[in-house]
């Protein structure tokens, strides 16, 4: 069965940092591309940033500069480090896996609000 555990949310100040993680399994965790998505109220679900297999990374423009995701394959868990956090990232992050035929997988969610 797979899981993707995400923590780290919660409440910060305009300004401020926070460090979400995303613990996997049952995925062959070294194959996938592992990823941060966000959704704010009355939006669609976007992409914050994502890193492959082999490391290549991509984030969105609106987080370039500030936000730095990272993997650890030994501990099966991706990283989000967020700094520089504005009111606009307020929003429930989701940490997704896609493995290589394609299967996307989702976890829970974790909230994030910046408060200006």
């Known amino acids: 069965q797979v899981r993707l555990v995400e923590a780290g949310g919660g409440l910060v100040q305009a300004g401020g940092s926070l460090r979400l993680s995303c613990a996997a399994s049952?995925?062959?965790?070294?194959?996938?591309?592992m990823g941060w998505y966000r959704q704010a109220p009355g939006k669609e679900r976007e992409l914050v940033a994502r890193?492959?297999?082999?490391?290549?990374?991509a984030y969105a423009d609106s987080v370039k500069g500030r936000f730095t995701i990272s993997r650890d394959n030994a501990l099966r868990t991706v990283y989000l480090q967020m700094d520089s956090l504005k009111p606009e990232d307020t929003a429930v992050y989701y940490c997704?896996?896609?493995?290589?035929?394609?299967?996307?997988?989702w976890g829970q969610g974790t909230q994030v609000t910046v408060s200006s």
């Open positions: 997704s896996s896609a493995d290589v035929i394609g299967h996307n997988y």
């Open positions: 049952g995925i062959t965790f070294t194959m996938n591309t």
């Open positions: 890193i492959s297999r082999g490391g290549t990374i």
